[in-house]
């Protein structure tokens, strides 16, 4: 599981299928915090390529419902940083 969003790289170049997944994320009965690593696009995910941006945010446990992973994912779609992000 993954989202679709365009970005832009930390050196300004557009990514307009950039591939943004959970590499990580640890907490406590009250809230986690999640890493995400966002591609270029999914060829360069698979490819090993570098990120072009990582990103690491902290989501309430009362806001997940459902699936973990999944839940996660659905919260991230809320963010700024993810707007107009897909599943993918």
Do not use: W
């Amino acid at each position: 599981m993954a989202l679709r969003l365009p970005v832009e790289t930390q050196f300004g170049v557009p990514a307009p299928e950039a591939y943004a997944r959970i590499t990580n994320f640890s907490g406590t009965k009250d809230q986690i915090q999640v890493q995400v690593a966002i591609h270029y696009d999914e060829s360069a995910r698979h490819s090993n390529m570098s990120t072009v941006k990582e990103n690491a945010h902290y989501i309430g446990m009362e806001d997940l419902k459902g699936d973990l992973i999944p839940a996660i994912y659905e919260v991230l779609k809320t963010f700024s940083d993810y707007e107009g992000a897909e599943d993918c």
